[in-house]
């Protein structure tokens, strides 16, 4: 196995050194990407294909589907709402201890998703920070309700669109807004008439891995809005249950999220090859 050379790259005019590829690294990459791809070979050769369409239509499925479509579609308008600006005061502004806001606004990334259910609950549950104040004030209750599932998607999903923007805003030219501000346009014209359309692809990327990262939540959704059918039991839930009892439906609803991914990557592949 050998490798071929060029003359340079598109950045750094670099070659590709001309040899044989060393096994020290190609078996480890081999073997990395089984270790990825075989699991979801496996899903697919165990899928009831038969009676897919029969399973897909089952009442139950069908609840699911259309409940982790609608709160996923509603998350993410949250968090349209709430993270394009966001985003916008990060990359726009010079903000005090910026890096810190920056930090908080990503934790959720990495925070196990159980963590960010329980964290919700004691800010927005019925004796929570918010939630008693909530309850007492207005009488809403958000915990085990399908406003809660949706509270639970957008905490989790919504770093994915503000990362996304910030990083279009930043790559976008600022001297068309800088010319719009010369010509007597006030901020709030700038931003809707020219910044909007300029980070609008940045917006959209972002919106569609917000929307999967909600439709594939879990962790914090079972644990701030319970597993009720029709009211809180998405699709991740409606897996996990279906794994004690009907296997073959549990296969099902994965092979839907599966398929969800690939279109998503699919969308999203040419602008993160041209980016690169």
Same mark, same amino acid.
């Not at 972002?206 to 959704?221: I, N, Q, S």
């Given at each position: 196995m050998t490798t071929t050379s060029r003359s340079g790259s598109a950045r750094g005019g670099g070659r590709v050194v001309a040899g044989r590829l060393p096994w020290v690294l190609v078996v480890p990459a081999l073997l990395g990407l089984a270790f990825l791809?075989?699991?979801?070979?496996?899903?697919?050769i165990r899928a009831p294909w038969p009676t897919l369409l029969q399973r897909l239509s089952e009442p139950q499925i069908l609840e699911a589907l259309r409940l982790s479509v609608v709160t996923a579609t509603i998350a993410t308008a949250v968090c349209l709402l709430l993270g394009v600006p966001l985003a916008w005061l990060l990359a726009r502004v010079d903000l005090p201890g910026k890096r810190v806001v920056r930090a908080l606004v990503t934790v959720p990334l990495v925070?196990?998703?159980? +963590?960010?259910?329980? #964290?919700?609950l004691l800010v927005l549950g019925r004796r929570g920070l918010v939630g008693q104040w909530l309850e007492s004030a207005f009488g809403v209750t958000l915990p085990f309700t399908t406003a809660g599932v949706v509270i639970a998607e957008a905490f989790v999903a919504m770093p994915f669109l503000v990362i996304s923007v910030e990083g279009a805003l930043r790559a976008a030219d600022q001297r068309y807004e800088e010319a719009a501000a010369t010509l007597g346009a006030s901020r709030w014209t700038v931003f809707r008439r020219v910044t909007l359309p300029l980070v609008a692809p940045g917006i959209v990327a972002?919106? +569609?891995?917000?929307? #999967?990262?909600?439709?594939?939540?879990?962790?914090?959704?079972i644990t701030f809005a319970g597993n009720f059918p029709g009211t809180t039991r998405t699709m991740p839930l409606a897996v996990y249950l279906a794994l004690e009892t009907e296997p073959e439906a549990a296969?099902?609803?994965?092979?839907?999220?599966?398929?969800?991914s690939v279109v998503i990557l699919a969308s999203l592949r040419d602008r993160w090859v041209n980016a690169a």
């Open positions: 791809v075989l699991p979801l070979a496996g899903l697919l925070l196990p998703p159980v +963590v960010g259910g329980v #964290a919700l972002g919106a +569609v891995l917000c929307w #999967a990262r909600a439709l594939g939540e879990f962790g914090a959704t296969i099902v609803l994965s092979l839907v999220l599966l398929a969800v």
